[in-house]
């Protein structure tokens, strides 16, 4: 059971718009930034999403963060092929003094 | 360009401990830390620990505390996280990743190293 709870799928059709949701509590994401990776099959997990909203160089601007009270949300818009993979969020947990990931959810491109 | 390169594959017998190492190139060493995180199969990332590059600081997970022991060899800017004691259910692909240099709620990991999987069976 994760501390952040995340939907296990979705899915979407190329092109279209798809959100990814994390939600956790005010020890968490209510009081701390969250972060976005990004696994794709047989690779190393990428950083997507740093501090709720802030894209790494490199990072098409199709992928978009926000966070909201004790919630935050990925999306991916222009959906692509080679987006399907699993995605997770992390926030540090305060009551762990560590940090905690979303169970992950993997993105289908139908 | 900023790498992180790991050791190869392992297989342990339980109770055994494990050392895997994590080699840093294309930037300085010491001017950030490393985080380790593991993933079992078929399950989700799991946070490890982190420690400074800078003076070696160390914060554990708590429900590895004990057991886990994270080092640094700053003339070879390598990472090291050994486990002990050794169950079946540390059987998982670690991965260490580039954090910042002080532990902090508004940090991230970038870039990953390729993962090592380690499989703990008798």
């Known amino acids: 059971q994760s501390v952040l709870t995340q939907p296990p799928s979705a899915s979407g059709t190329p092109g279209q718009r798809v959100t990814i949701s994390c939600s956790g509590s005010?020890?968490?994401?209510?009081?701390?930034?969250v972060n976005w990776y990004q696994h794709l099959p047989g690779t190393a997990p990428k950083l997507l999403i740093y501090r709720n909203n802030q894209r790494p160089s490199g990072v098409p601007d199709r992928f978009s963060g926000s966070k909201s009270g004790t919630s935050a949300s990925l999306a991916i818009s222009g959906l692509q092929s080679e987006d399907e993979g699993d995605y997770y969020c992390a926030a540090w947990e305060d009551s762990l003094n560590g940090w905690v990931f979303g169970g992950g959810t993997k993105l289908t491109v139908l | 360009q900023v790498q992180l390169v790991q050791s190869g594959a392992e297989v342990k017998k339980p109770g055994a401990s494990v050392k895997v190492s994590c080699k840093a190139s294309?930037?300085?060493?010491?001017?950030?830390?490393i985080t380790w995180v593991r993933q079992a199969p078929g399950q989700g990332l799991e946070w490890m620990g982190w420690i400074s590059g800078y003076n070696g600081n160390t914060k554990y997970a708590q429900h590895l505390q004990g057991r886990v022991t994270m080092t640094r060899d700053t003339s070879t800017s390598t990472a090291y996280m050994e486990l002990r004691s050794l169950r079946s259910d540390d059987t998982a692909v670690y991965y260490c990743a580039r954090d910042l240099a002080a532990i902090g709620t508004g940090n991230w990991f970038d870039p990953w190293g390729q993962g090592t999987l380690v499989t703990v069976s008798s």
């Open positions: 005010s020890s968490n994401i209510g009081g701390n930034t």
């Open positions: 294309g930037y300085t060493f010491t001017n950030y830390g």
